[in-house]
């Protein structure tokens, strides 16, 4: 039995399994990921989404946002990876996704059940009085964008260094991870805390752990009990096919 078949096995053997994304799954979208050879951190400096920074310099601050997660992988759309989790779900083979990803690919691609631990660059909130507003050309075409209810600065409503993670995101999520018997992490390093911790509880609770990913995480070695090394896409659509044969 093949890696594909054993995975595919995993996963029609589960009651309850949980995907766990990050910056990996979007690559293929033409999302750059922030940190390794190709990250945005290469090119930017990341004090521009140090909060601290963001409501010292807002104009300088915005005009990078814009050009980094709007103008740049603004347009981005869900490619096969996005769309094989989004069809397990619909079919009761996935019951939940958490993802640290902030560009709402998954929900485009049809997944219903998603947890955002870092927030959606989709939408903006008011740093005053909390009003969120979706995205538009029109909300972006004065930087920085205004509040139109109580004239304040609009931060996007993603988690900035700084920043606390979202309380109803962070709860749900490490409670998916103590429901699940089979965990799907893709494409993350697993650097990044408190998100890294999530797929540590599932294993924890007794969760078997299935990782895609194009090379070793943090979590290979120690929690992983199955890790196909692929790209994403490539490595969905093969273990689709054997759940369906």
């Known amino acids: 039995m093949n890696k594909y078949q054993q995975a ?72 096969e990876a996005h769309r094989v989790i989004a069809r397990l779900e619909k079919d009761g083979h996935v019951q939940a996704v958490i ?17 955002e631990f870092h927030g959606n660059s989709r939408y ?12 538009t050309d029109e909300l972006l075409a004065e930087l920085p964008p205004k509040c139109r209810e109580c004239g304040e600065i609009l931060k996007p409503d993603f988690v900035f260094f700084g920043e606390a993670i979202p309380e109803r995101a962070e709860k749900l999520s490490f409670e998916e991870a103590e429901k699940a018997d089979l965990f799907i992490i893709i494409g993350t390093t697993g650097e990044v805390q408190p998100a890294s911790l999530i797929p540590v509880v599932a294993r924890s609770k007794g969760a078997k752990i299935l990782e895609i990913n194009i090379e070793k995480s943090n979590f290979t070695d120690d929690i992983t009990d199955l890790f196909i090394q692929e790209k994403a896409t490539e490595a969905l659509k093969k273990i689709e096919t054997e759940i369906y044969k």
């Open 8 to 79: 595919a096995e995993l996963i029609k053997d589960s009651n309850h399994t949980t995907v766990f994304t990050g910056a990996g799954v979007s690559v293929e979208s033409g999302v750059p990921p922030f940190r390794g050879e190709e990250g945005l951190w290469n090119e930017y400096d990341p004090v521009i989404l140090e909060l601290k920074n963001f409501y010292k310099n807002p104009e300088a601050s915005w005009h990078t946002i814009k050009e980094i997660f709007y103008d740049y992988f603004g347009k981005a759309e869900p490619n």
């Open 124 to 135: 903006l909130i008011c740093t005053e009085c909390g009003a969120k507003y979706h995205v």
């Open 99 to 115: 993802t640290q990803n902030i560009d709402n690919l998954h929900q485009q691609a049809g997944s219903q059940n998603v947890f």
